[in-house]
């Protein structure tokens, strides 16, 4: 079976063509991302209206790129959520156009967990059950993944309780004048910091909360010590009258960081990364599971990669991360759910609507 999936939950639209459950033969991103630098954050309107110019163009080149036409389809999915309404609402409306004009049937899917599924199209089935962390802009959970297709296959271990960890570096970034979306900036500072030279506090961590939150996390407690020590830093005599003492934090993108951004972002990094292995570690002696996948635009994150590597490895587990081009969003994510869940579950109702803060356990709506 050939499989279609749409993407436009944020600033990507995408389209993608599966066969069967795992192999991908086309997959077509464009992403208004470029747009939002200037304004530091996306603006919905903007991404909406960049989704409807690129609705078309962007479905036609992937059934291109696959050589089919859209006759050759035999189910479409597209994201019904989570995102933003406006986002949602485009790719829904033409994923309904499309499905009325073949008479194919349409399945409304979950973004999120296609964040998983989509490991599958580039490194084969995953074996289950499965701890699923999901690391993205918006979302930052600990699942366990019994069956991603049939009803009840994803429960939820536990979530962040406020900031999602791509949010949190979002805003440490913004604290030291990066560019935006600063996570891959921090993520590339902490590089050259050095380990301890600033250790920031992890949230919800140690005995008090193993028992009342062992699955959550809790980030915005971090992002305010940081902004707390980058204020406290600009007080500083000694730290003033250094003569490569600079405010604007932006002047390490020249090149050479003044080592203290480096050493902040070593130190956040670290935190954040901490808490996200300690508990995914935990989830997966305490479920049993030998599999852990990851998910979502976070996990291009250079040391939570390495360091689950590490643990994986010595705690017998297989680890599966999608590369780096299939973990920000796109429509091979969604074309991966829908071909698992088509097999156990019928079509969407014709009337269904976007959702704009679906929860995981929601996979088709
Ligand atoms: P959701 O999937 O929850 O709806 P989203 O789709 O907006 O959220 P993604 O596109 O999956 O989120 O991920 C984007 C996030 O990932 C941004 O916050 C971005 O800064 C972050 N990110 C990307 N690369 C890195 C990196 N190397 N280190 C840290 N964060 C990163
Ligand atoms: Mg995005
Ligand atoms: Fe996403």
């Known amino acids: 079976k050939l499989t279609l999936g749409i993407e436009s939950t944020c600033d990507e639209t995408g389209a993608a063509l599966v066969a069967g459950k795992t192999r991908l033969i086309a997959n077509v991103v464009a992403t208004s991302m470029d747009e939002y630098a200037r304004y530091g954050g996306?603006?919905?309107?903007?991404?909406?209206?960049?989704?409807?110019?690129?609705?078309?163009?962007?479905?036609?080149?992937?059934?291109?790129?696959?050589?089919?036409?859209?006759?050759?389809?035999?189910?479409?999915?597209?994201?019904?959520?989570?995102?933003?309404?406006?986002?949602?609402?485009?790719?829904?409306a033409g994923a309904k156009a499309l499905a009325t004009a073949t008479g194919k049937p349409l399945y409304g899917v979950n973004h999120v967990i296609g964040h998983l599924a989509v490991d599958q199209l580039v490194n084969g089935t995953i074996e289950l059950p499965a701890v699923g962390l999901v690391v993205s802009g918006g979302h930052t959970n600990l699942l366990l993944i019994t069956d991603?297709?049939?009803p009840g296959g994803i429960r939820e271990l536990g979530g962040t309780l406020d900031d999602a960890s791509g949010e949190a570096f979002d805003k440490v970034g913004r604290?030291?004048?990066?560019?935006?979306?600063?996570?891959?900036?921090?993520?590339?500072?902490?590089?050259?910091?050095?380990?301890?030279?600033?250790?920031?506090?992890?949230?919800?961590?140690?005995?008090?909360?193993?028992?009342?939150?062992?699955?959550?996390?809790?980030?915005?407690?971090?992002?305010?010590?940081?902004?707390?020590?980058?204020?406290?830093?600009?007080?500083?005599?000694?730290?003033?009258?250094?003569?490569?003492?600079?405010?604007?934090?932006s002047a390490t993108k020249e090149g050479k960081p003044w080592l203290p951004v480096a050493e902040i972002c070593k130190g956040f990094s670290e935190s954040v990364n901490d808490s996200l292995v300690t508990k995914t570690m935990q989830a997966l002696a305490d479920t049993g599971a030998k599999t852990l996948v990851v998910g979502g635009g976070y996990s291009a994150n250079s040391r939570l990669r390495e360091w689950l590597g590490k643990e994986c490895e010595a705690n017998g587990v297989t680890l599966r991360i999608p590369p780096l081009k299939f973990c920000t969003d796109n429509g091979a994510q969604i074309a991966a759910i829908t071909a698992a869940v088509a097999e156990a579950r019928e079509p969407s109702a014709p009337d269904f609507s976007p959702v704009s803060a679906l929860d995981l356990m929601t996979v088709t709506v």
């Open 42 to 92: 996306i603006i919905p309107e903007i991404a909406s209206r960049a989704h409807l110019e690129s609705f078309l163009p962007v479905v036609t080149s992937a059934l291109d790129q696959a050589g089919a036409k859209l006759e050759d389809v035999d189910q479409i999915g597209v994201a019904a959520g989570p995102g933003l309404i406006g986002s949602l609402a485009v790719g829904i």
């Open 175 to 249: 604290v030291l004048g990066l560019p935006y979306p600063g996570g891959p900036h921090v993520d590339r500072l902490s590089r050259e910091g050095t380990l301890h030279a600033i250790d920031f506090p992890r949230g919800l961590a140690g005995a008090k909360y193993a028992k009342t939150h062992p699955y959550d996390f809790s980030f915005s407690g971090l992002k305010t010590a940081v902004a707390r020590w980058v204020d406290g830093l600009e007080r500083t005599p000694e730290v003033r009258n250094r003569p490569d003492f600079t405010k604007d934090f």
């Open 148 to 150: 991603f297709g049939a």
